[in-house]
């Protein structure tokens, strides 16, 4: 556990030179749309080294996604700055990566075109038909390459999502509840080659999970949010070795500590919904 740093403070990896991404100070309101504003995201910084598995738990509505946005570039601050290998973040990359619940698949194209379609502009056709294959295969999808993503189930479509934004080859994953909508097994199925896929290619990766338990078993670091406006609560590194077992008691307590900080956020959460009905 990182206690050396108030939260809220940069957690600073003891990497050799600047973090990958550097998150400081970062704050985020947003028109209500009725002449009000909401506080998503106060001052927080927190800083990433390249090839962290960061996860991000928190309360409902207390700004992970809009987090996630801002790193991928999808939106932008109302204050403090993003650096991405020592730049401000300008907008959408390829170099970053998204990975979203909804799979967000392009219906009308075949599953192959679907992972072909970032490569087009950096490969040959050949080449990238090769790249696209072999992310196929990796997530079992081989022989559906040229079925439409209709035709394929809820965690199938995800794995075409997977192949795709690994495809591309991106320094950094961003990945939003990737696997909040599918069923236990194929969830089970997805964690176990995510893992794969990021010990053999050490990208850094952010995801955000309402699940502890799928926290403490993918990431090296999880990192808490109070609810709203989200803050810092705790970052815990997360040292148990891999493959980790959710029955381990080292992985219980991990699970435990960090419940505990949750716990409190939850309280204020729902306390603030069912006294007015908001969360403030
Ligand atoms: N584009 C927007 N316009 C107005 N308010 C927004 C916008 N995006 C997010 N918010 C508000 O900002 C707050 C944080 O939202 P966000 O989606 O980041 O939370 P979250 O932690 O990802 O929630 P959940 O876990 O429920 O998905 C919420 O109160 C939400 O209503």
């Known amino acids: ?54 996860a991000i738990v928190g309360p409902s509505g207390c700004g992970k996604s809009t987090l996630l946005n801002m790193l991928g570039g999808f939106d932008s601050p109302s204050s403090g700055q993003i650096l991405v290998d020592g ?29 072909t379609f970032g490569l087009k502009k950096s490969h040959s056709r050949s080449e990238a038909r090769d790249e696209a294959m072999k992310w196929l295969e990796l997530v079992g999808l081989k022989d559906f390459a ?8 809820g965690g199938m479509k995800q794995r075409v999502a997977i192949a795709r934004t690994f495809a591309t080859d991106p320094r950094v994953i961003l990945m939003d509840e990737p696997f909040g909508a599918l069923d236990a097994l194929t969830r089970r199925f997805l964690q176990q080659q995510l893992l794969k896929i990021w010990r053999e290619h050490r990208k850094t990766v952010v995801f955000i999970t309402h699940s502890v338990q799928e926290a403490v078993y993918l990431a090296n670091r999880v990192v808490i949010m109070t609810a709203r406006p989200g803050r810092i609560k705790l970052d815990e590194k997360i040292e148990l070795a891999h493959p980790r077992k959710v029955t381990d008691p080292a992985f219980r307590d991990t699970e435990a500590r960090i419940f505990e900080a949750l716990d409190e956020e939850l309280a204020k959460t729902f306390s603030l919904e069912t006294s007015d009905g908001h969360a403030d």
Request: proline fraction near 7%; charged fraction near 25%; glycine fraction near 8%.
């Open 1 to 54: 556990m990182d206690m050396s740093q108030p939260p809220g403070e940069a957690h600073r990896p003891d990497a050799d030179g600047r973090a990958a991404i550097e998150i400081s100070r970062v704050s985020k309101q947003f028109h209500d749309g009725e002449g009000g504003v909401v506080e998503a995201i106060r001052s927080t910084s927190l800083d990433i080294a390249e090839g962290d598995f960061v």
């Open 87 to 115: 730049k401000a973040i300008a907008g959408p990359d390829i170099q970053r990566g998204m990975v979203f619940q909804d799979y967000a698949l392009f219906p009308w194209l075949s599953v192959l075109d679907n992972v």
């Open 146 to 153: 040229r079925k439409q993503p209709k035709h394929l189930s």
